[in-house]
């Protein structure tokens, strides 16, 4: 099977998968560089034939047939890989993202499509290998959301619930997102969706990312003060200062200004239950930031190995 060199811009990307057959040899060197092998569960025999009419493989050993989008999250799609190469080319390229109502023009797709075939390549962009952080390293939240509205009857507040103490207290409208950045010009970026700012979250976060007795910078949130015990804290005061000599988060809150310029500027409404998808997607960006477009299309799609995603589990009904 002929072997395709990476483009290096969208156009050469646009030429080089619009015949069906090079985008699916491209995948495949890109998938199997070692030749292909059943991705079966529990098989992985090399031991296939390639029909070449259908492009798919036999296996010899679990005598079952499959295609290069079995084990994917291409798997099941009745979209062709001619069409899968470009959108993850488009949406891993663009410092932004790219809406689902783009997708669909480019590819002459529906949105529901383009909409579905975006969380699938999000899916893929999570980075499901784990390492801890030696830092030092940055740790702060941020709100993702609208502003509250006020209910359309009447004048009446916004819907509270009482606190322990009895106190009314105003429900938050809004998402918490978490990020731990390590410091450098190669420093990685790692972001959660969280139910609240307390302090067992937000430590515990900390703790399962980052390395004991490494060196943490934070703000003054009382919540991050149960770190001071296994790590070298350091604290700034934003009610005071933003700077302090080394003692900043400048690093994460550059980040947060990508995160939201994406959520605000293309995605414009995003439900709190795919937070997460979209969130990764910025870290896969931010964390491949020094590649070029060509290499860091490879990565994503490469990541779509092992990884699936069904429009059930995607929309609550699996």
């Given at each position: 099977m002929p072997v395709h060199s990476i483009p290096q811009s969208m156009l050469?990307?646009?030429?080089?998968?619009?015949?069906?057959?090079?985008?699916?040899?491209?995948?495949?060197?890109?998938?199997?560089?070692?030749?292909?092998?059943?991705?079966?569960?529990?098989?992985?025999?090399?031991?296939?034939?390639?029909?070449?009419?259908?492009?798919?493989?036999?296996?010899?050993?679990?005598?079952?047939q499959f295609s290069a989008k079995v084990g994917t999250i291409f798997e099941d799609s009745p979209?062709?890989?001619?069409?899968?190469?470009?959108?993850?080319?488009?949406?891993?390229?663009?410092?932004?993202?790219?809406?689902?109502?783009?997708?669909?023009?480019?590819?002459?797709?529906?949105?529901?499509?383009?909409?579905?075939m975006l969380h699938r390549i999000r899916e893929a962009m999570t980075d499901k290998a784990f390492t801890k952080l030696a830092g030092p390293v940055e740790a702060d939240e941020t709100y993702i959301g609208g502003k509250p509205r006020r209910p359309s009857i009447g004048r009446q507040?916004?819907?509270?619930?009482?606190?322990?103490?009895?106190?009314?207290?105003?429900?938050?409208?809004?998402?918490?997102?978490?990020?731990?950045?390590?410091?450098?010009?190669?420093?990685?970026?790692?972001?959660?969706?969280?139910?609240?700012?307390?302090?067992?979250?937000?430590?515990?976060?900390?703790?399962?990312?980052?390395?004991?007795?490494?060196?943490?910078?934070?703000?003054?949130?009382?919540a991050y003060g149960p770190l001071s015990a296994d790590y070298i804290r350091y604290v700034v005061n934003h009610a005071v200062e933003y700077v302090n000599g080394h003692i900043h988060t400048n690093s994460i809150e550059a980040f947060?200004?990508?995160?939201?310029?994406?959520?605000?500027?293309?995605?414009?409404?995003?439900?709190?239950?795919?937070?997460?998808?979209?969130?990764?997607?910025?870290?896969?960006?931010f964390n491949s930031r020094h590649s070029k477009d060509g290499p860091r299309f490879a990565v994503a799609e490469k990541s779509a190995d092992g990884k699936h995603l069904t429009y059930k589990s995607l929309i609550g009904k699996a």
């Open positions: 050469e990307a646009v030429r080089q998968f619009a015949d069906p057959q090079v985008a699916h040899d491209f995948f495949v060197g890109i998938r199997f560089p070692n030749g292909v092998a059943c991705p079966r569960h529990g098989c992985g025999s090399a031991s296939v034939a390639y029909l070449e009419k259908y492009r798919r493989w036999y296996c010899n050993d679990c005598k079952k979209i062709g890989l001619d069409k899968w190469l470009p959108a993850i080319w488009l949406i891993a390229s663009n410092r932004n993202g790219i809406s689902s109502h783009e997708l669909a023009r480019a590819l002459s797709v529906t949105q529901k499509t383009a909409w579905f507040t916004l819907a509270s619930k009482k606190a322990p103490d009895g106190r009314k207290v105003r429900e938050n409208p809004k998402a918490i997102v978490m990020g731990i950045i390590q410091r450098g010009k190669q420093g990685k970026v790692r972001a959660f969706v969280v139910p609240n700012a307390t302090g067992p979250t937000v430590a515990n976060k900390v703790r399962a990312n980052v390395k004991p007795g490494a060196v943490v910078y934070t703000d003054a949130d009382g947060w200004a990508l995160l939201k310029r994406t959520l605000k500027g293309t995605y414009v409404s995003t439900r709190p239950e795919h937070l997460q998808r979209y969130v990764e997607e910025a870290v896969f960006r």
